[in-house]
């Protein structure tokens, strides 16, 4: 289907100003490390599938760096030569979608659905945090199947010191959970309320 719709561009008077993103969700554990599902913070379920094509970027390269989901608006914002958003967390991929060669691994930081339980990713580690305390350092360009847990060595402690500073010093307060709200729908417009 998307073979169908990138041909419907090309044959659009839009080919030339419209940029094109893919991704997906998440991947799933097929019983890996005896998981089932998508809520682990390993490698299988926090990798994504990630394409961008369009005016200004490089076609048929591969960059290795490290990106977030996150990354995507302010990249969109730059390449739509729009006014930028201090606040936005995300940084632009322009520089690695026109020049891939240029491109800078950094750490990204990888919540999870239990508050304080983290990881934080680039190209070469992952550094996973539990809220119990419980860590796991891997390095994945040697050990992609993160068998090997590598934190608590000595060797490694500098490591996961730097991995941690991309982690929050403090997280926010626990939201309300949905079973305790009730929806209120006015028209086009929706909120929350506590029931």
């Known amino acids: ?6 041909d419907a561009l090309e044959a659009s008077p839009y ?3 419209t940029i094109v993103v893919v991704w997906s969700d998440q991947g799933f554990h097929h019983g890996e490390k005896g998981h089932w599902g998508k809520h682990t913070l390993w490698q ?6 990630f394409i961008w094509a369009g005016k200004g970027i490089t076609q048929n390269e591969t960059v290795e760096t490290t990106v977030s989901l996150i990354d995507i608006y302010p990249t969109l914002i730059e390449l739509c030569n729009l006014q930028a958003n201090k606040k936005l967390e995300g940084v632009s991929l ?6 891939p060669s240029s491109s800078i691994d950094r750490n990204v930081f990888i919540p999870h659905a239990e508050r304080e339980s983290y990881a934080v990713v680039n190209s070469n580690w992952r550094y996973i945090y539990y809220k119990d305390g419980a860590e796991e350092l891997y390095n994945v360009r040697k050990d992609p199947n993160e068998w090997y847990n590598l934190a608590g ?16 010093k403090e997280f926010g307060s626990v939201a309300t959970p949905k079973n305790k709200l009730k ?3 006015e028209r086009d417009t929706f909120h929350w309320e506590p029931l």
Do not use: F, H, W
Not at 156 to 165: D, W
């Open 1 to 6: 289907m998307l073979g169908k719709l990138l």
């Open 183 to 185: 929806l209120i729908v």
């Open 44 to 49: 299988r379920t926090t990798q994504i599938p």
């Open 153 to 168: 060595k000595e060797k490694y402690l500098s490591i996961v010191e730097e991995m941690k500073k991309a982690a929050p």
């Open 94 to 99: 322009v520089s690695a979608l026109q020049n």
């Open 15 to 17: 080919k030339d100003n």
